[in-house]
């Protein structure tokens, strides 16, 4: 098992590293050995593709475990399952089960995201309305504890549940079965609307769940922040499309040597295009759907060195004010983000984890040098709190850790099935020191 030295590992955002060292382990028996072989106290964390944006897969002092070279996928298409292994990744499952006209009935922005991280996040699509979050389509998992013991834990167990949004803190996630649904084809009817302001945009996306299984919103967060926007309304199709190459790895965005490309200049134009952009009526392939930032490589460099936070909420419906108050905040530091989604939310999984609920989830994305940034969205953390509202753990580095227990009420019940996981508090991360989640 080849185990590194001490090597600067950041998230998603790059808004800070951290030291530690990395093993990937090339079996389950490795994984197992591993345990062993912690002797700091700063312990260890299963480790993922890096996706989530903060500090959730970063571990300072201590060791990662690198999973991804398990990654066997075995379809049973009469049963409609697949079995695969905790690095497998969401688009090798996507081609995998494309194969036999299935497809994963949930999958999130980027087809980048292993099989652990999908689970430790407990992540959401575009169809959670429909289908709800990641959870639902699994039917059991092998998690290795670290007593060394290997459970295979059921819904019916609250240690799959602990572990379901337990951002790598229950245990290892090795091997899992999950639920596929039926598909005619490689892709994905669409039918994009153009709206121009706030209202028009949740007005749209609330009516047209019925009909749509794939609905989200991309929203206008510069320029006067009225929340104009494209509504973008999805179906599966039933016409196969032609898929060049992979479909996922496409070009590197150019050096910047970097400097912060992104400004609120920049920003306003990008905007300003995509708003105007020719509108999708029709049919388009399902992976450049499902994932539209899968064909740049890279993307997240374009905000220079000091990296980018990402801010992603939900809110109850009949809460939609507070979107006002956000977009002023925004509108008077001139912080323009260049990636606003909104989504309507269905039912929330049992995972006292779990981020998804009933309601609107927005997010932003914004690079860290925004003067005034932080102290605004703490003054907001704290609205949103007042609000019932809470953000998404996966994407954050920055949340004060007293907010925790008010954002994610179960978090007592989540602690006490964790210790019993890991009596020793072998699973550490940046992240739950930082939150004081354990
Ligand atoms: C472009 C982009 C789009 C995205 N879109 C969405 C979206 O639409 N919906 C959504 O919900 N999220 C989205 N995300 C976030 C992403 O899905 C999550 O951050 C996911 O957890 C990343 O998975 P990963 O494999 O990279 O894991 P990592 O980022 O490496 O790890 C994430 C967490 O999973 C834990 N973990 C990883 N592997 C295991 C394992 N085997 N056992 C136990 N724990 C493990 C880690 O300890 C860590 O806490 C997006 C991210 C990006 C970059």
Not at 70 to 86: F, K
């Amino acid at each position: 098992m080849l185990i590194t030295d001490p090597i600067l590992v950041s998230g998603w955002g790059r808004n800070f590293s951290s030291l530690s060292k990395r093993a990937s382990v090339t079996s389950i028996e490795q994984a197992q050995e591993l345990l062993a072989q912690t002797d700091n106290g700063r312990g260890l964390l299963p480790v993922g593709l890096h996706r989530s944006y903060g500090d959730s897969a970063l571990n300072s002092g201590g060791t990662l475990v690198d999973l991804s070279v398990l990654n066997g996928i075995v379809v049973d298409p009469l049963a409609r399952t697949a079995t695969v292994g905790a690095g497998t990744t969401i688009r090798e499952l996507e081609s995998a089960a494309l194969a036999h006209s299935l497809f994963p009935p949930i999958v999130p922005g980027t087809g980048f995201v292993t099989m652990g991280g999908a689970i430790a996040a407990d992540i959401h699509g575009k169809s959670h309305h429909k289908t709800g979050s990641f959870s639902q389509c699994v039917n059991w998992m092998k998690v290795l504890l670290s007593s060394g013991e290997i459970v295979q834990l059921f819904p019916s167990d609250k240690e799959f549940w602990a572990t379901v949004g337990g951002l790598g803190l229950t245990g290892v996630i090795l091997e899992l079965e999950l639920n596929l649904r039926e598909v005619r084809s490689n892709s994905a009817d669409v039918n994009e609307v153009r709206v121009k302001d706030l209202s028009q945009m949740i007005e749209l996306l609330g009516r047209s769940d019925a009909d749509y299984e794939h609905t989200v919103a991309w929203i206008d967060l510069s320029g006067d922040y009225r929340g104009r926007g494209v509504v973008s309304l999805g179906n599966y199709g039933s016409e196969p499309v032609k898929v060049r190459g992979g479909g996922s790895t496409g070009p590197s965005l150019p050096s910047i040597g970097g400097a912060n490309f992104i400004t609120p200049l920049t920003v306003g134009a990008f905007n300003e295009l995509w708003f105007r952009k020719p509108l999708k009526h029709g049919t388009v392939a399902l992976n450049k759907y499902m994932h539209p930032l899968d064909g740049v490589n890279n993307w997240n460099r374009i905000y220079g060195d000091a990296g980018f936070l990402q801010y992603q909420f939900v809110i109850d419906e009949g809460g939609e004010e507070i979107f006002e108050r956000l977009f002023a905040g925004l509108r008077s530091l001139k912080a323009a983000s260049f990636l606003g989604v909104l989504k309507k939310f269905g039912a929330a999984s049992p995972a006292p984890l779990s981020f998804p609920r009933p309601g609107w989830t927005l997010t932003l994305d914004y690079p860290t040098t925004v003067p005034g940034l932080e102290k605004f969205l703490q003054g907001f953390d704290e609205e949103l709190v007042a609000a019932g509202g809470r953000i998404y753990l996966i994407k954050d580095s920055r949340v004060s850790h007293s907010l925790v227990p008010l954002m994610y009420p179960e978090i007592e019940k989540w602690r006490s099935i964790r210790s019993t996981m890991d009596p020793a508090g072998l699973w550490q991360s940046d992240q739950a020191r930082r939150l004081r989640l354990c």
